[in-house]
């Protein structure tokens, strides 16, 4: 097996630090790590080759690539590990994407100012599943995923909850909503996609696979 050229053991710890800052509460970051070496190890030949490029603008670039495909790599295996953890298949993972959290604030938003109780109704549907039994279509993963938006969405700060409430629940245009917050309607914009935004960084990021 060849040898890992000596820039992966440099870049290794460093993409794990920045997946490892999004993915803490799911994953350690010695496992990323190994994870990561594991991912590089089966490139090893190919990286090489590129790092070892004598034109020193093709090898900064090479290098560059090869730490942007090492972090989806590192996230994909975060997110995994994440999905596991949570109670979904990992092929939920679109849900993360900005216009699956649009299509499903309005229900997360809704089962807070109802008071519906998510994790309960997940308990159910988990007592009444065979073992091993998870698809989408049975219900079970798609309330696991409201009910971490919902977990996202107690963690924002009022205001962004406030605005993403008038936004996807209450379906205020961007007009009213610059009215509310006294503000230009590109600032209101603005301020909207902030907000779904940081909705998404508690959710993990988004998705590895953009």
């Known amino acids: ?64 690539r090869i730490a942007w495909q090492m972090k989806r790599a590192g996230e994909r295996y975060a997110r995994k590990e994440k999905a596991a953890k949570s109670g979904y298949q990992t092929n939920d993972e679109a849900y993360y994407e900005t216009p699956k959290l649009g299509m499903l604030l309005p229900f997360v938003i809704a089962s807070i100012i109802d008071g519906t109780v998510l994790e309960q109704a997940q308990e159910m549907i988990n007592d009444g599943q065979p073992k091993g039994s998870s698809s989408p279509s049975e219900g079970g993963n798609l309330l696991a995923n409201l009910i971490d938006i919902k977990r996202g969405f107690l963690k924002l700060d009022v205001d962004d909850q406030t605005i993403l409430r008038l936004r996807h629940h209450e379906s205020f245009t961007l007009q009213q909503i610059a009215q509310v917050l006294e503000c230009a309607t590109s600032t209101a914009d603005r301020r909207c996609a902030q907000s779904l935004r940081r909705l998404q960084d508690n959710l993990g990021g988004v998705s590895p696979w953009q």
């Not at 803490?24 to 190994?34: A, C, F, G, L, N």
């Not at 030949?45 to 603008?57: C, G, K, S, V, Y």
Request: a negative charge.
């Open 1 to 64: 097996m060849s040898e890992l050229h000596p820039v992966i053991y440099d870049l290794v710890p460093s993409v794990a630090n920045t997946i490892y800052r999004r993915y803490k509460t799911h994953v350690e970051k010695d496992d990323i790590k190994q994870e990561l070496m594991a991912w590089a190890m089966t490139r090893a030949a190919d990286h090489t080759e590129d790092l070892m490029e004598p034109i020193e603008e093709r090898r900064r670039h090479n290098e560059q």
